[in-house]
């Protein structure tokens, strides 16, 4: 073969070599976008009908949740079943300045139940309610609308803070019991801060 056309041989396997390099990078460039929208995509999804992160803004739910503390809500357990006592859910709360904050409080009393507060204590259809399996130990002063008995709608939850000194609940009229479709999620996991990462009870 003559130098010339061996050349010309040489020069086409490089320029092959280079186009399957550009052809390859290429692929790996396109990979890498289409991985980057699917993992997008997922966390819109998530965001959008599962999770959603929020963030407590006061001292209610202490000492199971405090003031600062982020918390990933579950948008779509709802959807399958209906909500549990001893449930921590979000709803909005009355409006304040034209705009309706959240509320992060416990469900106490279902529907079609009767709750009183007596006493101190929260009674579910005339029996005490044992809650100190989540750490409630204060004694309620201010039984509100629940000071005598008060029986729930087929739609409507008797909702509680964990701090019931302070917490701003189903107790005052302002607020009163949760409608089923007033119920936005369940809590789901906190995230921050780190060192309490986990489920919330």
């Known amino acids: 073969m003559k130098e ?8 086409i396997e490089g320029n092959k070599e280079q186009e399957e390099k550009k052809d390859s ?40 949740l405090a003031n600062g503390q982020n918390l990933i809500m ?8 209906e909500p549990s006592r001893f449930d921590i859910i979000i709803f909005p709360g009355p409006e304040e300045g ?3 904050p959240y509320f992060i409080k416990r469900i106490i009393g279902l529907p079609g139940e009767t709750v009183q507060i007596y006493d101190g204590e929260v009674y579910i259809d005339g029996e005490e309610l044992e ?20 029986t729930l709608e087929e739609d409507e939850y008797f ?20 409608h089923r479709s007033e119920i936005i999620g369940k809590v789901w996991i906190r995230i921050w801060p780190l060192t309490k990462f986990g489920s919330v009870d």
């Open 131 to 150: 809650e100190d399996i989540y750490g409630i130990t204060d004694y309620i002063e201010n039984g509100g609308i629940a000071e005598e008995p008060f």
């Open 74 to 81: 579950d948008k779509l357990t709802y959807h399958l079943s």
């Open 98 to 100: 034209g705009e309706h």
């Open 25 to 64: 990078m290429m692929r790996e460039v396109l990979g890498t976008i289409a991985y980057a929208a699917i993992i997008c995509l997922i966390v819109f999804v998530i965001l959008r009908y599962v999770g959603q992160r929020t963030v407590v803004n006061g001292d209610s739910m202490d000492p199971t």
């Open 4 to 11: 010339n056309e061996k050349d010309k041989v040489s020069e």
């Open 159 to 178: 909702c509680l803070g964990d701090n019931r000194p302070v917490s701003y609940d189903s107790r005052f009229e302002e607020v009163g019991p949760v």
